[in-house]
């Protein structure tokens, strides 16, 4: 056997290839703690091997057997045939009891319906009427109307002013207009029907009503009147009665003299309102300063007799008021009397007392 022979150089000799150990196919399956140790021990091993194997080889690798953790497959549990039975028997016996109470506990259908809130129906929009403007329509048609009744009446009045002045001219009056004439008539009816019965209803009902029926007392009461003068003033004027001619013509008479002595007063200075009719406005204007005294007359000083005279008379009443209307008016006229005297008194005295001074001034002058 010969001895190996030196060599000189750089080339160095290749070491040989440290063999690889296998593990056993079921070496890492005997315990979960042994398992996490060797697996350690192991891939430090392996890691060794396989460096050097893809060092050696790197284009064929092969899996290698043991080196990652086995897979575990994840337990299911077995569903039986039946299921729980006692849960079951549990539900059935709870529907039961359900059922007992109330037998429409499961009948979903028919309630359905009921517990959903209810939709509004649409409605055509064709046919709706305005909510808030159905008022004022009806307002403005009624204006409307009253205006054409208003026009038809004032033409009318127009018509009966003109009389017989158009008298000979031609009328045209259309079927539109009858129409609209008597529509108006129509709704006149109605609405006074209609005015009518509410009155009756709402009779006695509030300080309103009673309002309303005083001022139709007094507008019926104002028409009786109107319609009593103008049938008298058609009729002419009437005879009077005995009686009240009397009482006339004391009245002219009286009113005749107290106009006489009015203007007469006012001719000699006095202040005295006298109306249109030539009637005394204010009576206390014919008084003046003075105890003004009435001067009693023959006639009056004897006033059993007359009151006897006038009671035994037939006017009766009435003849009492005609006596005192007559003592009346002599009081006056001899109240105007002492006035006139007392005015023309005074003046008489002014006049003296100018000629007084005249005469006196001449004496001066002399």
């Not at 079927?175 to 029907?193: F, P």
């Not at 005995?242 to 002595?261: I, L, S, T, V």
């Not at 003004?292 to 009056?300: C, S």
């Amino acid at each position: 056997m010969s001895k190996p022979g030196v060599t000189f150089g750089l080339g160095f000799g290749k070491k040989a290839p440290v063999p690889r150990k296998t593990k056993a196919i079921f070496g890492d399956d005997d315990d979960d703690d042994d398992n996490g140790d060797n697996d350690g021990a192991d891939h430090g091993r392996g890691s060794k091997a396989d460096t050097a194997a893809t060092s050696k080889a790197p284009g064929r690798q092969r899996p290698r057997l043991g080196t990652d953790p086995p897979k575990l497959k994840a337990k299911t549990q077995a569903s039986s045939m039946f299921g729980d039975l006692s849960a079951s028997r549990t539900s059935r016996k709870n529907a039961q009891t359900a059922q007992d109470v109330d037998p429409s506990v499961y009948e979903y259908d028919a309630v359905y319906d009921s517990m959903k809130p209810k939709k509004h129906e649409a409605t055509d929009q064709s046919h709706q009427k305005p909510q808030y403007m159905d008022s004022m329509l009806q307002a403005a048609e009624v204006r409307k109307r009253d205006k054409l009744i208003a026009e038809e009446k004032k033409i009318a009045r127009e018509r009966a002013a003109e009389g017989d002045e158009f008298a000979d001219k031609e009328k045209f009056v259309t079927a539109a207009y009858k129409r609209q004439q008597e529509e108006n008539r129509r709704i006149e009816e109605e609405e006074k029907r209609r005015e009518e019965q509410e009155a009756r209803e709402n009779k006695g009902k509030g300080m309103a009503a009673f309002y309303k029926d005083l001022l139709d007392r007094d507008e019926e009461r104002h028409a009786a009147v109107v319609k009593a003068a103008q049938e008298l003033a058609s009729k002419g004027p009437r005879e009077p009665q005995a009686g009240q001619d009397d009482d006339d013509d004391d009245d002219e008479d009286r009113e005749k003299a107290e106009a006489a002595k009015a203007r007469k007063l006012r001719q000699e200075g006095i202040d005295v309102e006298i109306n249109e009719d030539g009637q005394v406005v204010d009576k206390r204007q014919l008084l003046r300063s003075g105890l003004n005294v009435y001067v009693k007359t023959k006639e009056a000083a004897e006033p059993d007799m007359a009151q006897a005279r006038d009671k035994g008379s037939p006017r009766g009443a009435g003849g009492d008021r005609q006596t005192s209307r007559q003592q009346e008016s002599r009081m006056f006229e001899d109240q105007l009397e002492q006035l006139l005297k007392r005015s023309r008194g005074d003046d008489d005295d002014h006049d003296d007392d100018q000629d007084e001074q005249q005469t006196k001034s001449r004496k001066t002058e002399r």
